[in-house]
Protein backbone atom coordinates (compact mmCIF):
# COMPACT_ATOMS: atom_id res chain seq x y z
CA UNK A 1 0.00 0.00 0.00
CA UNK A 2 1.33 3.45 -1.13
CA UNK A 3 1.37 6.25 1.71
CA UNK A 4 -0.73 9.12 0.97
CA UNK A 5 1.49 12.28 -0.18
CA UNK A 6 2.24 14.61 2.79
CA UNK A 7 1.44 17.52 0.84
CA UNK A 8 -2.29 17.48 -0.20
CA UNK A 9 -3.05 15.79 3.34
CA UNK A 10 -1.76 19.12 4.58
CA UNK A 11 -3.73 21.11 2.17
CA UNK A 12 -6.97 18.94 2.53
CA UNK A 13 -6.70 19.97 6.01
CA UNK A 14 -6.56 23.50 5.21
CA UNK A 15 -9.48 23.46 2.63
CA UNK A 16 -11.30 21.23 4.91
CA UNK A 17 -11.30 24.17 8.06
CA UNK A 18 -11.91 26.14 5.06
CA UNK A 19 -15.00 24.63 3.66
CA UNK A 20 -16.07 24.03 7.53
CA UNK A 21 -16.52 27.38 8.08
CA UNK A 22 -17.93 28.24 4.59
CA UNK A 23 -21.05 29.01 6.04
CA UNK A 24 -19.81 32.22 7.47
CA UNK A 25 -19.23 33.12 4.20
CA UNK A 26 -22.98 32.99 3.24
CA UNK A 27 -24.58 33.93 6.30
CA UNK A 28 -28.00 34.84 4.07
CA UNK A 29 -28.35 31.11 3.83
CA UNK A 30 -28.46 27.75 5.70
CA UNK A 31 -25.65 26.23 6.82
CA UNK A 32 -27.15 22.95 5.62
CA UNK A 33 -28.00 24.25 2.55
CA UNK A 34 -23.86 25.69 2.10
CA UNK A 35 -22.77 22.57 3.31
CA UNK A 36 -24.96 20.73 0.89
CA UNK A 37 -23.18 22.51 -2.16
CA UNK A 38 -19.90 21.84 -0.90
CA UNK A 39 -20.42 18.13 -0.94
CA UNK A 40 -22.16 18.32 -4.21
CA UNK A 41 -19.19 20.56 -6.12
CA UNK A 42 -16.52 17.83 -4.32
CA UNK A 43 -18.06 14.68 -5.26
CA UNK A 44 -18.89 16.16 -8.96
CA UNK A 45 -14.68 16.84 -9.81
CA UNK A 46 -14.50 12.72 -10.08
CA UNK A 47 -16.59 13.05 -13.33
CA UNK A 48 -14.14 15.62 -14.54
CA UNK A 49 -11.40 13.38 -14.15
CA UNK A 50 -13.40 10.23 -15.47
CA UNK A 51 -14.37 12.58 -18.71
CA UNK A 52 -10.39 13.08 -18.83
CA UNK A 53 -9.07 9.33 -18.01
CA UNK A 54 -11.60 8.68 -21.26
CA UNK A 55 -13.16 5.53 -20.47
CA UNK A 56 -16.63 5.82 -20.90
CA UNK A 57 -16.88 3.27 -17.87
CA UNK A 58 -15.73 5.48 -16.09
CA UNK A 59 -17.75 8.07 -16.79
CA UNK A 60 -20.71 6.33 -16.18
CA UNK A 61 -19.90 5.05 -13.29
CA UNK A 62 -18.22 8.12 -11.59
CA UNK A 63 -21.65 10.61 -12.65
CA UNK A 64 -23.68 7.48 -10.94
CA UNK A 65 -21.44 8.19 -7.73
CA UNK A 66 -22.10 11.77 -7.97
CA UNK A 67 -25.59 11.85 -8.56
CA UNK A 68 -26.32 9.44 -5.15
CA UNK A 69 -24.19 12.18 -3.30
CA UNK A 70 -26.07 15.07 -4.61
CA UNK A 71 -29.70 13.02 -3.61
CA UNK A 72 -27.70 12.68 0.35
CA UNK A 73 -26.82 16.44 -0.31
CA UNK A 74 -30.75 17.11 -1.22
CA UNK A 75 -31.78 15.09 1.70
CA UNK A 76 -29.58 16.79 4.14
CA UNK A 77 -31.14 20.85 3.28
CA UNK A 78 -34.42 19.34 4.39
CA UNK A 79 -33.90 16.21 6.51
CA UNK A 80 -31.16 15.84 9.25
CA UNK A 81 -27.91 17.29 8.66
CA UNK A 82 -26.54 13.88 9.75
CA UNK A 83 -27.00 13.15 6.23
CA UNK A 84 -24.48 15.43 5.58
CA UNK A 85 -22.07 13.83 7.77
CA UNK A 86 -22.79 10.77 6.30
CA UNK A 87 -22.42 12.26 2.58
CA UNK A 88 -19.11 13.59 3.29
CA UNK A 89 -17.86 10.66 5.29
CA UNK A 90 -18.92 8.08 2.84
CA UNK A 91 -17.30 10.74 0.25
CA UNK A 92 -14.06 10.21 1.98
CA UNK A 93 -14.18 6.19 1.95
CA UNK A 94 -14.39 6.60 -1.73
CA UNK A 95 -11.55 8.52 -2.01
CA UNK A 96 -9.93 5.84 0.16
CA UNK A 97 -11.73 3.15 -2.73
CA UNK A 98 -10.09 5.65 -5.22
CA UNK A 99 -6.80 6.52 -3.57
CA UNK A 100 -5.78 2.14 -3.38
CA UNK A 101 -7.35 1.01 -6.80
CA UNK A 102 -6.43 3.74 -9.13
CA UNK A 103 -9.95 3.48 -10.93
CA UNK A 104 -9.46 6.75 -12.54
CA UNK A 105 -6.55 7.49 -13.68
CA UNK A 106 -3.99 10.59 -12.91
CA UNK A 107 -6.11 11.00 -9.26
CA UNK A 108 -2.88 10.42 -7.35
CA UNK A 109 -3.10 14.13 -5.22
CA UNK A 110 -6.99 14.20 -5.42
CA UNK A 111 -8.21 11.21 -3.33
CA UNK A 112 -5.65 11.72 0.20
CA UNK A 113 -6.69 15.68 -0.16
CA UNK A 114 -10.36 15.15 -0.80
CA UNK A 115 -10.35 12.54 2.05
CA UNK A 116 -8.74 15.04 4.72
CA UNK A 117 -11.55 17.59 3.65
CA UNK A 118 -14.73 15.39 3.65
CA UNK A 119 -13.70 14.00 7.30
CA UNK A 120 -12.17 17.38 7.97
CA UNK A 121 -15.91 18.74 7.49
CA UNK A 122 -17.55 15.49 8.58
CA UNK A 123 -16.29 15.85 11.76
CA UNK A 124 -16.94 19.53 12.43
CA UNK A 125 -20.79 19.01 11.26
CA UNK A 126 -20.90 15.98 13.82
CA UNK A 127 -19.81 18.47 16.45
CA UNK A 128 -21.69 21.68 15.43
CA UNK A 129 -24.96 18.95 15.53
CA UNK A 130 -24.17 17.47 19.47
CA UNK A 131 -23.54 21.19 19.94
CA UNK A 132 -26.82 21.65 19.11
CA UNK A 133 -26.57 24.23 16.33
CA UNK A 134 -29.84 24.87 13.70
CA UNK A 135 -28.75 23.92 10.68
CA UNK A 136 -32.15 24.96 9.19
CA UNK A 137 -32.72 28.54 10.39
Known amino acids: MTQPPRGPVL ?3 VFGGLQ ?8 W ?5 VYAFGLVLIASVYIGFAVADGRQTRVVVESGVAASFVVIAAAGVTES ?3 LVLGL ?3 GLKDLWQHRTKFVADTRWWPP ?6 WVVAAVIAVEIVAGLDFHH
Request: charged share 5%.
Open 11 to 13: WGA
Open 20 to 27: AASPLAFW
Open 29 to 33: LDSAT
Open 81 to 83: AWL
Open 89 to 91: GGH
Open 113 to 118: FCLVVD
